[in-house]
């Protein structure tokens, strides 16, 4: 990718303009409203506070369009929001004068010369009677040029922010936004994190550090934008200032729809609301021992941090112990040494048994060859897992199947892929909220992920028999997808007609 950020595609749907016209005829109802408000009320705040809410809502409607037009062009798009900002201004000053009986609202809509005259006939004389006040023509100039500005300025910002927001152009839709549950520490040189993040986004955790408390007066948010692709990542820095009464928060964004190329949407939501041991108060200080160690394996000085665990992995005292024996599991895989990983990770199951442990031990099996032993510490993980939820089910199977390709067994992940299609078709849909929302894989990931592999061991054309099968239980816009997956991705192939279930 050539930028670090999202950026639009610049598509422009004919239904914009369709949609910008019809909000434009729409927006006559709150413009009579405001224009009646103007001449009746007593107050000149009132007034004022009349053509804020009228902005607002001109605003809402332009990102409504853009938005459910699907419209990723920010430059046209803000034409198109300002459009509806001068139709509204427009349509403002046509009622206020038919109210003052200069003239029929209609007539005035098609004659903006006799608007203009009228208008500058009250700039050039006092007048008695807006509001209860004498109001001098400068003034008066000066509150219409005020009034211009912001009944066509939050119209085009709001549209043209909504074109800016990331969208997925595999699913069609919209990237949905998720904010994490844990707080970050604050970020006292944005410009440096900036840089950081630009050039290393793969270390997105590491550059923000650790959680802080839940009601920290200073902390950065993170909001999460879901595709089918890659994700994308805003960070703001918020504070806090609380007194007896009411609680005011200030926001100052830090980075804006940042691409994080290759990571796993889902994962770092998982890991994001699993409650850190500041969250339960059990914070625990690293064993001094083992600090050289994990600034080892932090830094990638994969064999320091081994030499440095490795004394402590007989310890007797229980945390150390254990510390060490997960720094020398991770460290070895990491080198690629599965077997001396294996016996680590199976050694810290005894110590803490759960399902992600032993996921990483038939993982490490599985990448040692010893695959009838790494299914049955998957099948205990996928068993465990269901009473614990320490992860989503997928994820276990994904990086079962992950392990066993790359360590040259793609027919023994067949039956894991088949597992993982029967998801889909179970729910009839590839909706990318109703996947999240059962924490499965988006369906594009899941296509692009498996093709390599069942094209290795089932060639093509049954190959795409394989994928085919799933269209009679997929929904509409399902079927879609995948049938236009399946033409550009078997383009040489005539159709295949899909197996039975």
Known sequence: MSSPYYVPSGRLPARAIVSTAACALLVMIPAWLYAWLTIHSP????DWFAMCVFAVVMGVAARQVARQAKARNPVWVGRLGLAIGVAGWYAHWAAWLAIADAGSFASLLAAPHDMWRFGMLLAENEVRHVAGMRIEGSAL?????VEFILLTTLPRSLARGAAEEPFCELSGDWATPFELPRRFAWIEEPHVAVHRLETAPGELFSILGAGVEADAARYSAVTLFRTEGDPFVSIDNVQVERDAKKEKKTTRPVIAYLRLPGMDAERIIDECSAPTAMETGQAQADPPELVDAIDHLGAGRLEEALAGAMPHAAATQ???RIHAIRLCAMASARLGRWAESQRYWHALCHEEPGAFNALQTGCCCAMTGDTARGEEWIAWAR???????EMPDPQIVTSFISALTQS???ARAMPYLEQMRALYTGLGCNDATTLFARRVPLFGTFLQNSLPIVCAVLGQEEGRAWYAA???HLDGPGNET??????ENFANMASATPASA
């Open 383 to 389: 068993e465990r897992n269901a009473t614990s939820r």
């Open 318 to 320: 229980d945390g150390l």
């Open 141 to 145: 100039v000066a509150g219409w040029i």
């Open 470 to 472: 799933m269209l009679p």
């Open 408 to 410: 040259g067994q793609a």
């Open 482 to 487: 995948l049938g236009a997956w399946l033409d």
């Open 43 to 46: 107050l000149v705040l009132l």
